[in-house]
DNA sequence: CTGGATCCGACATGATACTG
DNA sequence: CAGTATCATGTCGGATCCAG
């Protein structure tokens, strides 16, 4: 491998309690980011993750349909999110023993959930895009 | 500037009526993941920017008090990412007039809510990770 | 069709020195 | 104290060639 297959040295547990409360200290979860919540964040951001969750979590797909869909990938990539996202669980990879290689992909339930929770960064950002893009004018107007 | 700032060439709008239907096209919201959402995720995904916006949700905090709580930062990534989260309107940044130079830095309305929101991925997280590990662990494993 | 292996450029981050 | 400027480096993503 080359790039982000972090081999995630080791991480301390046993606090996964879960976490409702509103008011909890930020170190509770925040400092031990080299642990579990960038590992994900770390998938979740990459420039394709998203892209290929969203489309597996309507139907399984062939990796050339995959590839047709997103138009802009290269295969490298797309071989390397899956690759990322079959290790954490998010992805299963089946691979029908057929004379022209056939491979599908869908979301693990795993998977889904994850989608779900990614869906309200999403609506998020539709929801305040316009009050960042002022912001954005704003600062880079006061700027000059 | 050097590195973040991209300067967004131009996104498309119009479209951006009030999304909150669940049983959307991924097309609707993701192939444009140049434009908003990517912007937004690029931004939560940084390294350190997670950790800044929980850090002064908590409480407004001055420069070298971020600089001390973080401690791995680096001035320069403190200094990069204070800036990125200030033009995009989630962090407000006050210079204080005195002799030795004196600069809070506190979340915005807007940055609060987007606290909230990156809160579900956290506990996400948090809730998922013993699978994660698990879904690791196994296909390293077997990758032997 | 479904990848694996390489080379390479772009960008993000870190280290260090300097300044108002 | 609160940065800015510069240089070094690691990683990400793209292009290309090769293979089962």
């Known amino acids: 491998m080359e790039e982000g297959t972090s081999k995630s040295p080791g991480y301390r547990e046993g606090t996964g309690s879960s976490v409702d409360d509103e008011d909890l200290d930020p170190f509770q979860w925040d400092t031990r980011e080299d ?7 770390d998938r ?22 995959l590839r047709r869909e997103i138009d802009g990938i290269s295969q490298r990539m797309l071989t390397v999110t899956l ?35 990614i869906r309200a960064l999403v609506t998020w950002t539709e929801e305040h895009q316009t009050e960042v893009a002022a912001a954005r004018a704003a600062y880079d107007a006061a700027e000059r």
Do not use: M, N
């Open 35 to 41: 642990c579990e919540v960038r590992q994900i964040l």
């Open 44 to 65: 979740v951001a990459g420039k394709w993750s998203l892209l290929v969750i969203a489309l597996l979590d309507r139907r399984r797909l062939r990796f050339t349909e």
């Open 83 to 117: 690759r990322q996202l079959e290790r954490d669980g998010l992805v299963r990879r089946t691979v029908h023993p057929v004379v022209p290689p056939r491979v599908d992909y869908e979301l693990t339930s795993l998977g889904r959930t994850l989608h779900t929770t």
